[in-house]
């Protein structure tokens, strides 16, 4: 079965630093992959996905993931934080119609 | 606009009651799913559905039951609450397009 590791479990930035948060996910062939994001008391809501095509995708609120065969990773990137992207992240990963997910990232960002 | 819903948002229970969690969605979703979100964990899946009259075992399933009698709806049960229960529980269904929607939640605590 699939697995998904996230190795930042928590980040710290200042208001307009860069941002990468890592994935990786276990094995290979057809991937579908996604980030979402929970942000403090909320529900998680879907940032960006990736079925197939071209490997950089564009989502919400200006992120962006590379999908990255060859690393069996999927990493978030964001080019200037704001305070209000203070939230958990997570990526998930499909295995057959479930979604595995990762422990999650919190990010906190400082004005 | 279509929603998925749960209830109660909060409860508190003692060991050993049988307690429901109710989750309802108007996606018409024939897949829906519940998690439970703890610290260090990210979300694991409790149980699963494909369909009405389908219920499948997730990765924590134990002391745990899910019935589909419909398409809207999804409760899970509890059968005898235990303080290792005490989490949030979020609900999610999905389409063709395998992008799960989520809950708003249910902060469970049982004392």
């Known amino acids: 079965a699939q697995s998904v590791s996230q190795h930042n479990h928590h980040v710290i930035l200042s208001e307009a630093a860069s941002l990468e948060l890592g994935c990786n996910y276990s094995?290979?062939?057809?991937?579908?992959l996604f980030w979402y994001v929970q942000y403090p008391g909320q529900h998680l809501q879907l940032l960006l996905k990736y079925f197939s095509g071209d490997p950089l995708v564009k989502g919400i609120k200006g992120f962006e993931a590379e999908f990255i065969k060859s690393k069996f990773s999927f990493n978030l990137r964001k080019p200037s934080v704001q305070w209000s992207d203070t939230a958990e992240y997570f990526c998930a990963v499909k295995d057959t119609d479930k979604l595995i997910f990762g422990t999650g990232t919190r990010l906190q960002v400082f004005p | 606009d279509a929603e998925i819903t749960q209830s109660p948002r909060h409860k508190i229970t003692e060991t050993g009651r049988q307690v429901t969690l109710a989750c309802h969605q108007t996606w018409n979703h024939n897949n829906m799913f519940w998690y439970r979100q703890d610290l260090g964990h990210g979300l694991r899946l409790i149980h699963y559905s494909y369909g009405v009259q389908d219920t499948n075992k997730g990765e924590v399933s134990d002391g745990y039951s899910v019935s589909r009698s419909n398409t809207e709806d999804l409760p899970l049960t509890l059968e005898s609450a235990a303080s290792s229960q005490t989490s949030v529980y979020f609900c999610?269904?999905?389409?063709?397009?395998?992008?799960?929607?989520f809950g708003p939640g249910t902060r469970l605590t049982v004392l």
């Open positions: 094995y290979g062939g057809t991937v579908n």
């Open positions: 999610a269904s999905a389409g063709q397009a395998n992008e799960q929607f």
